[in-house]
Structure formats: structure tokens, C-alpha cells
């Protein structure tokens, strides 16, 4: 199920064995919510080296529905991705319609976004949804508190979360995969930055027992201080042979530094949006491409880059295709920077493999942090 290939200090090289195949760790997972990362086709995914994605199980489950996708054979025939597929629980978008739902013991009453229709979301339902999905790894249903949350309110919360998680376990254990292959299910660490709340969480988990560990509740308007405190605190408590996943985060800088604490697994909407909003990451900074500065760069994106976006067209096209209105300006954006994601976790991984990670990660940090300064 998870290899540990090597250490470096807290930093970890490993592989996530899935029905679908290994996954080389640290790994950075593109979010698509809906079954499709915005502006990405499936083949560009694989080209810029995507092992993983993320795909969301209460938009699926509201359109087009389980039954569509099941009677497809599953969400990757479904999507056309062959390779292996996160399914998120939901918890999150629910819980993020605060005007639309309501907490309960047993799980979570709400109004869909789309058209107003009522549903309950409840431990065991969201495990039946994801059976139906058929994903490689599935996440529980967790209670994702606000920030901030004062210790008792955060403590209510995680205390429900764990039943929950209890809950989804059990039906994880007394239902079958669909479509011939198995899962993998992974519980959520809740407790907002309290560190007592985060180490009981942990700790109740492991009671449970799951495939693989999520460190949830975080990057929700949090100083990053805390954001970094929390997750080193929390990453002390999980096994050192099973899969860490840092959920919603986030930055380059984020995802670095969350590796040296010990995180393997990632995902983030910020390189596809970004990209959406016409902005680019490079080794030296991020570049924004609708500056009237690129109107006469012929140059690429970043010269280093193996890209479709920087080998084959210029800074100044891809502003005029912005500029323009044209679809694909955007995409190419958020190609490359789909591609820088999946460069940095694959250099990130080399430095670890080669024992000479922290050096590395203080470098690229500094380098893409003092270049920002010159090119935005």
C-alpha cells in the first residue's frame, strides 16, 4: 500500500500502491472537481507527468450522478484517466454552504447548490458514493471547523469527526469495490491549530485504523506559521510507513516546506486557477502575463521548462492570446503550470533520494522568492 524509500532527516521518498499503479512520493495531485481539470485534457495531464488527481465526490454525486458513472464502469472510464484517482468526501463543499446545511449526529443535511434539491450526506452514504465511483483512494466524511475555532468548539467538532470516522471505517469494511479493483480509505486529522486537539485526533484515528492519514483544516485562514506548526505536530503522530496527505495546500513554498515536515501527498486548485487568471509559476518567481512588458517577449515562459506552453510558444503570444479572449491562452497557462507542480515534487523528490534535501528546498525557495521581485 505505501513504500518508505528513504529519508532525509523528516523529509520522505516513497511509492503509494494503488489498484491503478505506484505513485511516486512527494506527490502533487491537480484538483478535478468535477472530473476534468479546468482547461487540462487528460493527455496533457499524463504529458506533464500527473501520476494522481483528485476528483470530488459531492459535485459528482449531484451531476451527473452515481448511477451515470456506474453504468460508464467507474469513474475512470468515465473521465478517460487510466492512472490513479483521489476522491475527496465532500465535507468541505458542504460544509462551506453554511447557509445551506445543517449538522446533525448522523451526518449533514443540505441544499444543493445547483438547483435548491435536498440531501443528507452521512458516514456511510459518502463511503456507498465513492464505492460507486470507484476511486483508488477515498476520504471520510470529516466536520472542517472555521478559523478560528476556539479549543472547546474545535474539540465538539473533532469528537464528531472521529465518530464519523468510526462510522465510515465499519461501512468501509463491510462493503466491496465495484469494477474489480480495490480501495484505499484515508481519515482526516481535525482539531483547527490546537495542538493538544491535533495529537488526540491523530492518536484517536490510529485507534481506527485506516490505509493512510489526511491532515485536514488547515490553510483556511490560518497564519502560516500555524499552518507549518500544526502540520509538523500532527505528522510526529502518524505511522512512518503509511501515507501522509496534506489536503488543500497550496503554495510552492507551502508544499516545500510541508515536505521537509514530513507530508507525501498534495493538491490544490491554486495551479489551474492561477493559470485562469493568467498567471504563471516559474523556477524564478511567478510571471503575470498580461503585463505590458511581455507585449514584445518573445521568449518563453521559463527557458527550463519542457513544457507544450515554453517549448513551443513565446511570452508575447501567450499575451496576446489573453489579451485576445482566447480559450487557449488560459489552457497554455494552465498547462505549464500543472507541469511546474509535478517539476518541483520531482525535484523534490531527487533531492531526498540524494540526501540533500533542506539544502535544496532553502535554495529554490529563496531563488523563486527574490525573482518574484523582479518579474511581477
Known sequence: MFTRVHNDDRARAGVLHTYHGDVE????MPVGTQGTVKGVGPDALKDAGVGMMLCNAYHLYL??????????????????????????SGGFQVFSLSDLRKVTEDGVEFRSHLDGSRHQFTPERVVDIQRSLGSDVMMVLDECPAFPCDEPAAAASNELTIRWADRGRRRFRDTTARYQHHQLQFGIVQGSTHE???????????????????????????????LYEMTGIVAEELPVDGPRYLMGVGTPENILRAIGLGVDMFDCVMPTRNGRNATLFTRHGKLHIRGSGYAEDFSPVDSECTCVTCT????????????????????????HNIHFYQWLCMKAREAILAGRYMEW????????????????
Open 63 to 88: 451531476r451527473p450522478g452515481t448511477q451515470i458513472i456506474e453504468r460508464a464502469g467507474g469513474l475512470h472510464r468515465f473521465i478517460s484517466w487510466p492512472r490513479p484517482i483521489l476522491t475527496d
Open 196 to 226: 493538544s486537539l491535533r495529537r488526540r485526533s491523530a492518536r484517536q484515528l490510529l485507534e481506527i485504523g485506516f490505509d493512510g492519514y489526511a491532515i485536514g483544516g488547515l490553510s483556511v485562514g490560518e497564519p502560516e506559521e500555524l
Open 312 to 335: 513551443q510558444f513565446s511570452r508575447s503570444y501567450i499575451r496576446h492570446l489573453v489579451k485576445a479572449d482566447e480559450m487557449l491562452g488560459l489552457q497554455l497557462c494552465s498547462i
Open 25 to 28: 512520493t512527494p506527490v502533487f
Open 361 to 376: 528546498m532553502d535554495r529554490q525557495i529563496r531563488e523563486m522568492n527574490l525573482s518574484l521581485q523582479r518579474v511581477t
